[in-house]
């Protein structure tokens, strides 16, 4: 129902209005756009701008052309991690993916830190 609909998103709007209720909870809002490296301080503002534009017929477009099972414009993403006593099941699993677009196989935990940003431990100076 279209009622349903307005009230969820007006639920959403009020919850991301929300002051927040300790200085951990402010921090920790902060501190997430730093880690993502993003530094979009006024994510909430735009949410909310989005939200009061969002109709239910944009929610389920948004369904049909890139969620459902037979959308035009789907999208999976498969993420595997394997120990490395299970290499054979490994092997396997990439086997079958074939005709997937494999990205990135680390097979050590430095490798996948140096290749990726956001697992990047930062340095601490002694």
Do not use: C
């Not at 009020?14 to 200085?23: D, F, G, S």
């Not at 735009?46 to 035009?72: C, F, H, V, W």
């Amino acid at each position: 129902k279209e009622a349903d609909f307005k009230e969820v998103v007006a639920s959403l709007i009020a919850k991301k209005r929300e002051k927040p209720k300790t200085l951990d909870d402010d921090a920790g809002r902060k501190w997430a756009e730093i880690q993502e490296e993003q530094y979009m301080w006024d994510r909430r503002e735009r949410q909310i701008k989005e939200l009061e534009g969002l109709t239910k017929a944009d929610l389920l477009e948004l369904y049909r052309s890139r969620l459902a099972n037979d959308a035009p414009k789907r999208r999976r993403l498969t993420t595997l991690i394997f120990a490395s006593q299970h290499q054979a099941l490994y092997d396997d699993a990439v086997r079958d993916a074939e005709g997937s677009v494999v990205k990135r196989a680390a097979t050590r935990l430095p490798e996948y830190r140096a290749s990726n940003s956001a697992a990047r431990t930062p340095e601490v100076e002694a």
